[in-house]
């Protein structure tokens, strides 16, 4: 339609002046309509890629594999890096599968995240990606080892000693390097081929399989949406109507990536599963005006298919 054509242009416009370049689909879950920018390009997923895990948690637990109840005894210390979550701890703590699952989802828990991958299988979560219809959504390797890899390829010898360098603490030639635009572009973690990986049109069809409750049991998608709706920032919910709701993941990347996938439920019931995915033109530059770019552009491609 014309009027979906103009509106995906002017969205293209507006996150290049946010200092991005963008792929996008919002997806009417009632009707079929849908707008879209470069739907079918292949994009880094970052933590977005959390919501196969999720997934694939709950329909082992509905299949009688998992005890969601279960608990584990953690120690910070020894678990996958990252900015919020278990790692961040200072004492050991004892947790269930369940919680694992919503640290994940509600604060991006990246030792959560492991955890649960180890637990459920990564072959199991590409499975039930491939059985969802979504052959080009894959997920490549944990966050211990996305992150280790990152730093080799930007000159350090794991992660722990390139969140050193970006701290400053190794001195002001090592947080030059560590946030290099050529070394941090040439990482595998930032190449859609290599990494974890999805498409933004896939990401909505796997989002409508779980709303319909397709993707596996009804008791499984109606966990996944509960505890997608749990997630405590959100950039597709920044410019929502009132009434509205949001239930998603974000995902972030080292200054560079910017994403986010959800379903945005409107006060009259209508739902729209939206997919965006962006790259910075400068790392660590615009980081304001990319995620409100992100929260305009979603809302501004709900009102054209409304």
Known sequence: MPELAEAAGVIARR??????????H????????????????????????KIFIALEFYAQVSAGLIDP????????QSLTAGPTGLSIFSDPVTLSWRDLCLQMMSVS?????????????????NARLRACGCSNSVIVHDLRTMFDEMALDIGFSDYAH?????????????????????RVDAAAAFDPTRTNRSTPREMTDLLRAVWRDEATTPEACASVR???????SSRLGRALPDGAVVAGKTGSLTGRVRNEAGVITHADG?????????????????????????????????????
Do not use: W, Y
């Not at 879950?29 to 970052?46: I, R, W, Y």
């Not at 109840?69 to 910070?76: T, V």
């Not at 050193?164 to 030059?176: E, I, P, T």
């Open 226 to 232: 509960a505890v997608m709706a749990q997630q405590v």
């Open 26 to 49: 919002a997806l009417d879950l009632q009707s079929g309509a849908e707008l879209s920018l470069h739907p079918d390009q292949p994009v880094v997923l970052a933590s977005v890629f």
């Open 162 to 182: 390139l969140a050193a360098a970006r701290s400053g603490h190794l001195g002001k030639a090592a947080l030059a390097q560590s946030n290099d635009p050529g």
């Open 109 to 125: 828990d990246n030792a959560a995240t492991d955890l649960l991958l180890a637990r459920v299988g990564l072959d199991q979560v």
């Open 69 to 76: 109840a279960e608990r584990l005894e953690l120690d910070p």
């Open 270 to 306: 209508r739902a729209f599963a939206v997919a965006v995915f962006t790259r910075a033109h400068h790392p660590f530059e615009g980081v304001t005006s990319i995620e409100a770019a992100i929260a305009t552009n979603a809302a501004a491609a709900i009102a054209a298919l409304r």
């Open 15 to 24: 996150f290049q002046e946010a200092g991005c370049d963008a792929a996008l």
